[in-house]
Structure formats: structure tokens, C-alpha cells
């Protein structure tokens, strides 16, 4: 539609509501003529001619009407937001960014060098990188892991095994008043021991519907039998094991800022002979140590008499195995744990008098070829025992025990008490425990 010349702009009032009466009368919209544009383009303005239809009161005034100062929207102002959804349904066409491409770096000379032969070489120098591009970072498939924490509180959670270990030794040992004897009338001994569990009703391996490790109730014990010997296949993996971790502690590694303590390793044959005791032998025993032994022994208790290669008395001992807690393993073919804690008194008589051992008719006299590795606090012995008088009827047993050095874990354990932090007594049962599955854990499958 042409628009219409004329000499001054044009108002136009809309009314969009008109005031009820009852004489009003409603007529519809006439046609009307294309609004009109003044030749003064900045003055101009676009409205949509609408009259108002008559009535008998007058129309109510258009906002310009009552305040000129508004300002009208020109035609080349672009139409708000509110108005273009309103009128024109279809999405807006925002325009998409541009790329503005980032300037190249300048070309850098090129240099000639001459040769040996007087003809220049050019030498191309490499340009130098641009810093307005960000070279993309290369691609991991795995995220390092920067900042750890063993857990939520910051702290790792103790093993629930080594601290029951750790309460059955603090109070049967490192409390025990026997921890205060004299050492020349004798000292607890702890041990741990492999081995295998037998039912004693049905003489068949002990059965748990478990798949770890557990310590037995010690109401367990009337009902289970321990049997610490192994087979010949089990005793040469031990002994491997035993050999390549004492090769290993004693490796140079130029990786490690701390070395590792070595193992020492001897290799010694010795014979055990056992003695009955007396009553009065006893008599000769400290008062707390007496009672111990008579609590604890079905029978009169044993003197035993080791001797060296050469015939030599290296030590009289009687021994009495005050309690016992048993761990049952399912795995590495049921080779289980016992841990036994034991008073070791010293007998300072003469033997010449004394009456020896027999079994069934036989001296129960043990041939002892043992291999011996100490580390820190422990000793493990890996034994092969073999009984001299009847070698061809009794066939070789194997054993393997771990010994904890029990005056330092007296030591320890009495720290609880004085200053914890200081102490080191959890960390001694613990490596001796660890010591006790890893040596467990070498000996047939995994199960």
C-alpha cells in the first residue's frame, strides 16, 4: 500500500475500551486510508490507523495526547522482543558468531651456512608459537590420581583379625605378671605355628561355611585338633620362599631411597631328648611359676634337653602351653594358624639322674634339621624332624613356626599403658601376623 504525502504528522488516537452505556451504539470500523507519513523522515512515525467507533460520551485520551515528551517508535527501529514473539511466531534468526581468523606469525628468515665445500646450506629456523593459539592438551586414559586418602576420616581402619590377635596378646601377655620373671628362671614364649585343623568327631578337616580367614572361639578347642606338620611338596615351597625373600632383602635396588633390613639366614641340626621331672624338681621353682605348671599340665611335666652336632647340652627347658587361639583358613590347600603362648622355664639341675621319655617301648628322641630366618622381631624356622630310634616306622614331619621377640613386645605392649603414641605394639603383631598369612599364602592354591 503507497503511503500518502503529507505536510505534518499525523496523530492518531486508539481506544481500546470504551465506557458502557446504555444509549451507546456499536458500529463497525469503517475503512480507512493507509496511515499518513510527513516528508520529515526523523519525525515520522507508523501507527495502525483505527477509529474509534461513536458513542455517545467522548473517547478517553491516548497516552501521547496526555504526555507529548513520549517518544514514538520510529519505522527503522528494530521491534522489541515482546512484539516479535507476539506477531510473529517464528523463531528469531540470531545471526551465528564469526570466526575472526587470528593473524599468522611472520615468516622468519632464512639463514645460510657454508659447507665444507664453500656452498651455502640454508638452515630453515623453526617459527616461533603463536600465543594467541592454545596447544590442545595431550589425551590419558587414565586420570592420575594426585591427593589420596585411605578413607573418609583421613585414617586406614585397622584389620579386624590383627587387632583380636593384638587384644589376646596384650592381656595373656604383655600384662601378664609371668612377663616379669627373671630371665634366668624363665619367660613367655609366643609362637604361631602352620598347620591343619582336624574335626575330632569325624577325623576329617575342619569345615566352616566362611570364605576368609576367621579366629575360633576358644570354646572351639574341645571339639577341633591341630596337626603342625606339612608334606614334602609344601616344605620345599616354604623353603623357596624363605630362600628368594632373604636373596631379595639383600638386593640392591637404586630405585628404593631407604634399603631393605636383610634376613639372616643359618642352617643348624640339633636333637631333642625328653626327661620325666620330679615333684621335688619342681619344689625348686619360684611359688607363681609352680602353680602355672601344675594348672596347665594333665600330666608331670617333661624336661627337654637339646643338644648340638657335637653332642653339646645347648639347652634344658620345660615347657608348658598355657592357650591356645586357633585362625582357620579356607584357602592355600586349609593350611590354618595357631597361635599358642607358652611359659619356658629354665632347669638348672643335672640330668645325669634323670629318667628318659619313652614312647610305646621307644625313646621319643627327635633328630631337628632346621633352617633358621630372622628379621626384625622374628624368627621363622623351617624344620624337618625325624625321630632316630625308628626312622624306617615313623615317617619325616615338617614344620614351620614364627617366634616373636616377646621382650620387645612387653616392651610395647606396657607402653599402652604410659605413653600409646609411643608404642609399636600393634605394628609388631601385625607384621606378625602378615608374616604368618604370607608364608600361609605360599604354600599351595589360593582357593
Known amino acids: 500500500m503507497a503511503p500518502l504525502a503529507s505536510s505534518s504528522p499525523t496523530t492518531v488516537v486508539a481506544s481500546t475500551k470504551l465506557p458502557s452505556t446504555n444509549n451507546a451504539v456499536t458500529h463497525p470500523l469503517p475503512s480507512k486510508p493507509a496511515p499518513v507519513i510527513s516528508n520529515n523522515s526523523a519525525a515520522a512515525s507508523i501507527q495502525p490507523h483505527v477509529s474509534a467507533p461513536e458513542s455517545s460520551t467522548n473517547p478517553s485520551p491516548s497516552p501521547a495526547t496526555l504526555n507529548p515528551n513520549i517518544r514514538k517508535r520510529k519505522r527503522n527501529d528494530p521491534v522489541p522482543i515482546w512484539a516479535q514473539k507476539r506477531a510473529n511466531p517464528r523463531p528469531i534468526n540470531r545471526q551465528a558468531p564469526v570466526n575472526i581468523p587470528l593473524p599468522l606469525p611472520p615468516q622468519q628468515p632464512i639463514q645460510h651456512t657454508k659447507t665444507p665445500n664453500g656452498q651455502q646450506k640454508p638452515q630453515v629456523t623453526e617459527p616461533k608459537p603463536n600465543p594467541f593459539i592454545k596447544k590442545p592438551e595431550p589425551k590419558t586414559a587414565v586420570k592420575k590420581i594426585e591427593l589420596w586418602e585411605p578413607s573418609i576420616t583421613g585414617i586406614k581402619p585397622y584389620d579386624q583379625l590383627t587387632r583380636q590377635v593384638c587384644d589376646f596378646l596384650c592381656e595373656h601377655v604383655a600384662w601378664n605378671d609371668l612377663a616379669t620373671l627373671d630371665p634366668n628362671v624363665g619367660q613367655l614364649e609366643v ?12 577325623q576329617q578337616l575342619f569345615e566352616m561355611d566362611i570364605g576368609n580367614e576367621a579366629i575360633l572361639h576358644p570354646e572351639q578347642n574341645r571339639y577341633i585338633r591341630f596337626e603342625s606338620s606339612m608334606s614334602l611338596e609344601q616344605h620345599k615351597q616354604l623353603n623357596f620362599s624363605l630362600n628368594r625373600a632373604h636373596d631379595e632383602s639383600r638386593r640392591r635396588d637404586p630405585t628404593r631411597e631407604v634399603p631393605r633390613i636383610p634376613l639372616v639366614y643359618r642352617h643348624t641340626r640339633e636333637t631333642d631328648s625328653f626327661f620325666e621331672s620330679t615333684p621335688a624338681m619342681i619344689a625348686t621353682l619360684p611359688p607363681q611359676v609352680q602353680q602355672v605348671i601344675y594348672a596347665h599340665s594333665r600330666q608331670q611335666p617333661r624336661i627337654r634337653v637339646t643338644r648340638g652336632e657335637k653332642g653339646e647340652v645347648l639347652a634344658k ?16 590347600d586349609h593350611i590354618s594358624y595357631r597361635i599358642s603362648i607358652s611359659l619356658e622355664v629354665k632347669y638348672h639341675g643335672d640330668i645325669a639322674g634323670l629318667v628318659e621319655v619313652r614312647e610305646n617301648g621307644l625313646l621319643n628322641t627327635r633328630y631337628k634339621d632346621r633352617m633358621t630366618y ?3 622381631n622374628y624368627q621363622i624356622d623351617l624344620t624337618q624332624v625325624t625321630k632316630t630310634d625308628h626312622p624306617s616306622t615313623t615317617p619325616r614331619t615338617h614344620e614351620l613356626e614364627i617366634e616373636v621377640d616377646v621382650l620387645e613386645l612387653v616392651k610395647q605392649g606396657r607402653l599402652l599403658k604410659t605413653n600409646p603414641n609411643e608404642s609399636k605394639f600393634e605394628r609388631m603383631v601385625e607384621g606378625f601376623v602378615d608374616n604368618m598369612r604370607i608364608l600361609g599364602r605360599s604354600v599351595g592354591s589360593q582357593g
Do not use: C, Y
Not at 193 to 202: E, I, N, V
Not at 317 to 332: E, G
Open 191 to 202: 609362637e604361631a605355628k602352620l598347620g591343619k585343623l582336624f574335626d575330632k568327631q569325624t
Open 317 to 332: 627347658i620345660i615347657k608348658v602351653r598355657l592357650m591356645d587361639r586357633h585362625i582357620w583358613n579356607p584357602h592355600s
Open 374 to 376: 630372622n628379621h626384625q
